[in-house]
């Protein structure tokens, strides 16, 4: 019989916590800090108890997996920039300047001089700023948040490895060269000079992007690494007891993957469920499942931190500006096409026949379809965020689909979407090799810089300081 533990998904339970327990201490008044972490540390006691079973290592060539899994995941994330130790694109400015600001100033963040406030899903950076704050040192916290984001994706590592029968390196190759087909796109729509093999093809439909895992750890990874750990802890609980504990951590760490994966936390309640109520009688059914989520973490620890992030996240200047982006001409709506078929419809098309009655597969086939045509804030952020918990469940597709293949059974597609990842991984390797190319060059941190509205709030009428924000001296300052 296969050995199992609890211990590793309470290591899960652990990593999405505790940034929130600090965020409770950091950014709320005493009355909050303390009834506030009392409620989520009960919760968290109460999910320990409920926590399930999973895979646990047997001999030493399960050892040495994991050790080389480790060591794989920690030179990936020394090549994403995220210890400021090599070139770093973009998107890292302001990951830097909100980092670093985590470190020099007082909780919360406050300007002086200016009535607004840091507003942002700011939970990734918590753990490592509080170590930056205790040794008064932004290396020692940049150092930090490389140990914390290879934490982070072992964890989802060894969940995704915990559920396949064959255990070897191909789910890490795999998740590190999984992308859609954007070097296709790129011919199609833009001049070969974007095809320096250094550039970011990622861009090239414009209107519309889906980030491949690589992309997403080199220029997001403070909403990719806690989306993907929390995917797969939901994905792993056998009953509701937990769900709606787990996910509420999902809103100060991933707050637009917190959106986009609702209609896969639903399916999954139901899912755990509904099988072990006879008959066919709905009402019955649904009453079960809503009573089936009623637990002391779920309703107490669940709800208290769904309450204070959502006034804590509400008041963020960009999020207030919600529209569609539905095409309004034929020409938009084949644009849209040829993105979506080139970036997962060709996968998911591929993965039809082993999944055609996988509920999971239409779910997320259909919130790929829609996700292009939410619009929060000022650019395509929600169509790239809000779809990484379902590109997660599309790449766990794909390697249960591997996972089951012999050579007995291998048919044309198999081959084909062989092909088509190779193809695929085109851009995950544009990403690798533009760090090692300016690396060498010399680039390496980009200087700490906040700018624009995504992260910031008015602290004038502010809900989240009324009912439980800390009362500083540049609040008044600001406000008068």
């Not at 070139?87 to 607004?116: A, C, M, Y």
Request: glycine residues 6%; aromatic residues 18%; proline residues 4%.
């Amino acid at each position: 019989m296969q050995k199992k533990s609890s211990i590793p998904v309470i290591l899960g339970y652990l990593y999405i916590v505790i940034p929130v327990i600090i965020f409770f201490i950091g950014w709320c008044n005493i009355y909050t800090a303390v009834f506030g972490t009392g409620i989520i540390l009960l919760s968290l006691y109460f999910a320990v108890k409920n926590t399930p079973m999973i895979w646990c290592p047997e001999n030493k060539k399960q050892i040495f997996l994991l050790v080389v899994v480790l060591s794989i995941i920690f030179l990936w994330v020394y090549s994403s920039g995220i210890g400021a130790l090599v070139f770093q694109n973009t998107d890292h400015q302001e990951r830097n300047g909100i980092f670093e600001v985590l470190i020099k100033q007082s909780w919360p963040v406050i300007s002086p001089v200016q009535p607004i406030m840091l507003t942002y899903y700011i939970g990734f950076w918590l753990p490592s700023a509080v170590v930056g704050k205790i040794f008064n040192n932004i290396q020692i916290g940049y150092y930090f948040q490389m140990f914390w984001a290879s934490l982070g994706i072992f964890l989802f590592f060894y969940y995704v490895l915990a559920n396949l029968k064959h255990k070897n390196l191909f789910p890490i190759i795999l998740f590190i060269f999984f992308s859609g087909l954007d070097i296709v796109g790129t011919l199609f729509t833009k001049s070969y000079d974007a095809l320096i093999f250094s550039s970011h093809l990622e861009r090239w439909a414009n209107f519309y992007q889906y980030s491949c895992f690589t992309t997403q750890l080199y220029w997001v990874f403070n909403q990719a690494v806690p989306a993907w750990i929390i995917t797969m802890l939901l994905l792993n609980e056998k009953n509701n007891k937990n769900v709606i504990f787990i996910y509420s951590c999902m809103f100060l760490h991933s707050t637009l993957p917190a959106m986009g994966i609702l209609p896969i936390l639903v399916y999954l309640c139901l899912k755990n469920i509904w099988n072990d109520i006879g008959g066919f009688n709905l009402i019955l059914k649904i009453k079960q499942v809503v009573l089936s989520v009623i637990s002391i973490q779920n309703v107490l620890g669940g709800l208290l931190i769904t309450i204070v992030s959502y006034l804590y996240l509400s008041g963020n200047i960009s999020g207030g500006n919600i529209s569609t982006g539905i095409p309004e001409n034929k020409f938009y709506w084949l644009y849209w096409l040829l993105f979506f078929m080139l970036e997962v419809g060709i996968y998911l098309f591929f993965l039809f026949n082993d999944n055609k009655k996988n509920i999971l597969y239409y779910i997320i086939t259909i919130g790929l379809m829609l996700y292009p045509f939410v619009i929060i804030g000022f650019s395509i952020d929600f169509c790239m965020r809000a779809t990484i918990p379902l590109l997660v469940v599309l790449y766990l597709l794909i390697l249960n689909t591997f996972d089951k293949l012999t050579l007995k059974n291998l048919k044309l597609p198999h081959y084909l979407l062989v092909f088509t990842l190779l193809i695929g991984s085109i851009t995950p390797v544009h990403e690798i090799y533009r760090t090692i190319k300016y690396t060498k060059a010399g680039y390496t941190k980009l200087k700490p810089s906040i700018s624009g509205t995504n992260f910031f709030a008015y602290t004038e009428n502010n809900m989240f300081l009324k009912c439980f924000g800390k009362v500083k001296k540049e609040l008044n300052k600001a406000n008068n």
